[in-house]
């Protein structure tokens, strides 16, 4: 609720509007869950070097290696950065229109 709060008392462009107000600031938690769990997958991908299998070490398991994993997790955190970086430029814009579903 104090995102909600927040982004009320910034917004002077135009008039608030609750319900763009409250989708906003379900979609900045949104980010903010998925930004934790982006931090998640890039500790698991520094341990799973250490838990790596030595090569030729087989098996039937098609797993990604741990840069594999290092890199998708990057990837993943440099999208999540200009997202969130969109959504605070566009704030004002988004609290004071209808979304579209």
Request: glycine fraction near 6%; charged fraction near 25%.
């Given at each position: 609720?104090?995102?909600?709060?927040?982004?009320?008392?910034?917004?002077?462009?135009?008039?608030?509007?609750?319900?763009?107000?409250?989708?906003?600031?379900?979609?900045?938690?949104?980010?903010?869950?998925?930004?934790?769990?982006?931090?998640e997958a890039e500790r698991l991908a520094a341990?799973?070097?250490?838990?790596?299998?030595?090569?030729?070490?087989?098996?039937?398991?098609?797993?990604?290696?741990?840069?594999?994993?290092?890199?998708?997790?990057?990837?993943?955190?440099?999208?999540?950065?200009?997202?969130?970086?969109?959504?605070?430029?566009?704030?004002?814009?988004?609290?004071?229109?209808?979304?579209?579903?």
């Amino acid at each position: 609720m104090a995102v909600i709060t927040a982004a009320a008392t910034r917004v002077n462009l135009r008039p608030v509007n609750r319900r763009a107000l409250r989708r906003y600031g379900e979609f900045w938690r949104v980010l903010t869950m998925v930004g934790a769990a982006v931090g998640e997958a890039e500790r698991l991908a520094a341990k799973a070097a250490d838990l790596e299998p030595p090569s030729g070490a087989g098996g039937n398991w098609a797993t990604p290696t741990a840069e594999e994993l290092k890199t998708a997790a990057k990837k993943s955190g440099q999208s999540l950065h200009v997202m969130s970086h969109a959504a605070r430029k566009w704030e004002a814009e988004l609290v004071s229109r209808e979304w579209r579903r």
